[in-house]
């Protein structure tokens, strides 16, 4: 399976990510590889191949990660192969979540689009959040910390932060 994770919202997003993950943890306690791979940095590539691999051979659910795989065409032709050659798409022993932090421009990724096209992909965007909808998520922020914010206070933080949450 592959679940495709992008946006301009980087905190929701990464939020999103790390409660994916955790759900997988609590599912699978034993029995679960998981793997964070930036694929900009020069053993990424390598690092998902062994993943990749790994997980096929233990019988174990794979839980793989994969930042920076946008950071340029080749690395993202690169990893579209892998995940071709390991048949991702298919495998039920294989959780492979892509995430690209800003737009994802299709144009540029060929391959590793066409991947993520697939029906069988699961695809998020996190945009940045209107102003409503930006007042409403500062405000449940507070609440899920056990506070509350006056409403004067929530609009100095967007002024101050912007959309960027």
Request: proline content about 1%.
């Amino acid at each position: 399976m592959i679940i495709f994770y992008h946006g301009s919202d980087a905190y929701r997003l990464n939020q999103a990510v790390k409660s994916l993950a955790q759900q997988y943890l609590e599912k699978y306690k034993q029995g679960l590889s998981a793997s964070f791979i930036d694929a900009s940095y020069g053993d990424g590539l390598e690092a998902l191949e062994k993943a990749l691999k790994l997980n096929s051979l233990f019988n174990e659910i794979g839980l793989i990660i994969i930042s920076g795989a946008f950071n340029s065409t080749a690395t993202s032709e690169r990893i579209a192969k892998l995940l071709e050659e390991q048949d991702v798409q298919d495998r039920k022993d294989s959780v492979v979540i892509l995430v690209g932090e800003d737009d994802f421009a299709k144009t540029k990724h060929k391959s590793l689009a066409k991947i993520i096209a697939n029906k069988k992909s699961k695809i998020q965007e996190f945009k940045a959040l209107s102003d409503s909808a930006l007042f409403q998520w500062i405000s449940d922020e507070f609440k899920a910390r056990g506070c509350t914010a006056d409403p004067a206070a929530i609009q100095e933080i967007i002024n101050l932060a912007g959309d960027n949450s």
